[in-house]
Every structure is written in C-alpha cells, then in structure tokens.
C-alpha cells in the first residue's frame, strides 16, 4: 500500500467553482446575511445562500482576483471582523458541493487573493542578517529570513506565513524552509559560521518523524548540526508546553543548539523560558523600539536580561537600530544584538560593513576604538 503523502510534503490541490455556498451556525450571522442578500446577490438555499457569477475569470496562477472573489469581498465587507469568522463557504462544482475544503469567509477570501502561494512556496530564497557578540564584537552568526518571488512579485516571510494556512501549507511552508536555509546556508558554515533558523513548534506532530528531513539536509550539504541554532518563533502562543519541550530535546539530541523567540511580549513567556531552559532567548523588539533617554522600558529589559542569565541562558537583542539602542543593550549585558543598525540581511556577506559594526560594538564595550 503506498503512504499517503503528508502534510508537510505537498499541498492539497483547492477547487474554487464557479459558485459557493454560504452559512453560518449562529443565528445573529444568519440574520444579518439574510438583511444584506439582496444587496449582495445570495439566493436562499436550504438553511444558507447560493452566491453565483455569470461569468468566472482565472489569472495566470489559477484562482484569483475573479468575480466570484469580489462578490464574497462584498459580503465580508458588510460584516464585522467576528461575524465574518461565523460564516462558512463551501465551493460548488456542477452543483456538488466540496464540503471537505469548507472554510471560514476569511480564509477563502485569503485562498483566492492568495493563488501566487503554491508558486511561492518553491521559489524559496533565503538572506542572511549578522548577529553580533555584544562582547568582543566578533560576528555570531547569520539569521537566516525567508524570501519568495514568482514573475515579477516578490514575497516576504510575513506574506508567506500570512497565505499559509488558507492553503493548508504551514506544514509544508516550515519543512521547506528548514531545508532551503541549510541548503543555501550550507558555506557559511562550511566557513566557520554559525546560522539560526526559524522554525514553528505547532506543526510538528511527531519529533523524530517530521524533524528527520532536517537531519538529512545536514548530511547531504555537509552542514555540522553543531554549527545551527533552531529558534522557535511564535512559542508563547504553542499551547502544549510538553511537546515543545520535546521537539526541542529532538534537536538538541541531533547535536544543535535550540532558542526561544520574543521573551516579554505574553504572560506565559518568562514559564516558557523557566522550564524549557533554552540556549537562547529572544528579546520581543518591542522592547527596544524607539528606546530613549529615561524609558522606562530599559529598566524592563535589564530585569529580563537577569533573569535569562540566572536560568543559564544567553540573550539576543533584535531591533537594535539606533545607537542609543546598542548602547543600552551592550550596558545591560546582552550578549548577542542584531538589527539594521548593525548589519541588513543580504544575499551576500557584507564584511566590510560587519567589521565596521564590529569596531562599533567593541568600543562600547571597552574592548576598541570607534571606526570612523
């Protein structure tokens, strides 16, 4: 019997037809869809309505802006933000309907705005942002942040996330990732460098299973697992604090370092940091962002830099732009900074702009001369 492709290995292939069916489960929705009907062209059917176009236009890339987007467009427009989660929109085709891809109005409005995804997420590319040791100014290692581009359009890692789970491809979106940053990361560590990689917890099922292509991908490109820091992004909204803790262990079992990202910004951060005791902590940029003089949000971060440092755990300041900024944080004893004002993620290494950075953060630091 042949396996059934998982989540994380392709896409499930959506059908917009050329009509859809629209319902919701609470009466206040129902009743306000049944008020704005007419304006919108929904025809009574069974408990919900039938919305459909004369004519059905596709782009270049499949489903698109068509006719049948805009008149659901329309109807979402006419509700608030909680009542458009309540609506259900199910796509028909000869008539059938395709309950198995039901959705919420939101999402099947992100689906069709969003039919670049599929495309997108093949055309992975990735850059790389220095990450500085605010001791000796030395470079850390390299961040490296998600990229697409498809014709003449060009994607960031926000854009991608935001499009992933119209398309039921969060799953795939993060192993392709993992796989495509050790791949095009791969001679900078060979170099002697170290890189951080992004990757989400909540869609992992199994550790060993799911985590094994990355394991692979450090075979195959020659990468030392020694050399990689895996940082949970999003880690204070994962609900299962166990699981995490175990797909943290997966990593660091296979020989990498593992960090947790935006440590202030959710009340359950500072227990996630607690017992998980990550190598690395993130600080939410939040905290840095257009710090001055008597900010009372500098008193915060020392706190948070203390207690990260009582726990075992070394601290990385993102964000940092300005040079009060990396002032602060090289006086508060971070240990690592990244941010615009120190290195923007390239394509290529900048050294010449990393050492100039460098010469910055060691005069801070009492360890060298300003480079001017």
């Not at 596709?58 to 805009?70: A, C, M, P, Q």
């Not at 935001?162 to 001679?187: K, M």
């Not at 660091?252 to 593992?258: E, F, K």
């Not at 962002?289 to 949000?297: F, H, K, V």
């Amino acid at each position: 019997m042949t396996r059934p492709a998982c989540d994380c290995e392709r896409l499930r292939p959506y059908s917009h037809g050329q009509a859809a069916l629209i319902y919701s489960s609470s009466a206040h929705v129902t009743r306000k869809l049944a008020l704005i009907a007419g304006a919108s062209g929904l025809v009574q059917c069974g408990p919900g309505w039938r919305l459909e176009v004369n004519k059905y236009g596709v782009n270049k890339h499949g489903v698109g802006d068509t006719e049948l987007t805009s008149r659901l467009g329309a109807v979402s427009d006419a509700l608030r933000p909680a009542e458009r989660e309540q609506v259900q929109v199910v796509a028909l085709e000869a008539d059938t309907p395709l309950y198995w891809q039901a959705t919420t109005l939101p999402l099947w409005l992100t689906r069709s705005r969003t039919s670049w995804f599929p495309g997108a997420a093949e055309r992975l590319k990735f850059v790389f942002q220095p990450v500085f040791d605010l001791r000796s100014g030395a470079v850390f290692g390299h961040e490296a942040l998600m990229r697409s581009s498809l014709d003449d359009r060009h994607f960031g890692a926000l854009d991608l996330l935001a499009a992933a789970p119209a398309h039921g491809g969060l799953h795939l979106l993060d192993r392709r990732a993992r796989l495509a940053a050790i791949e095009q990361g791969a001679a900078r560590v060979a170099a002697g460098g170290r890189l951080l990689i992004n990757f989400m917890p909540g869609v992992i099922y199994d550790p060993e299973v799911c985590l094994s292509s990355t394991f692979t991908a450090c075979h195959q490109f020659g990468v030392d697992p020694q050399r990689l820091i895996f940082e949970a992004v999003e880690s204070d909204h994962f609900p299962d604090l166990e699981m995490l803790g175990t797909v943290l262990s997966r990593y660091r079992r296979g020989g990498m370092q593992v960090a947790l990202d935006d440590l202030g910004a959710g009340r359950s951060s500072l227990l996630h940091l607690e017992t998980l005791r990550p190598d690395f902590v993130k600080l939410d940029r939040s905290l840095m962002l257009g710090l001055a003089e008597d900010d009372p949000r500098i008193a915060l971060v020392g706190s948070l830099i203390d207690y990260a440092h009582r726990l075992g755990v070394r601290v990385v300041v993102e964000g940092l732009e300005t040079n009060f900024e990396l002032e602060v944080a090289v006086s508060l004893g971070a240990d690592l900074g990244q941010g615009f004002g120190l290195g923007r993620p390239l394509g290529e290494q900048d050294l010449t702009g990393e050492d100039r950075s460098g010469q910055r953060v060691r005069a801070l630091s009492g360890v060298g001369e300003v480079l001017t």
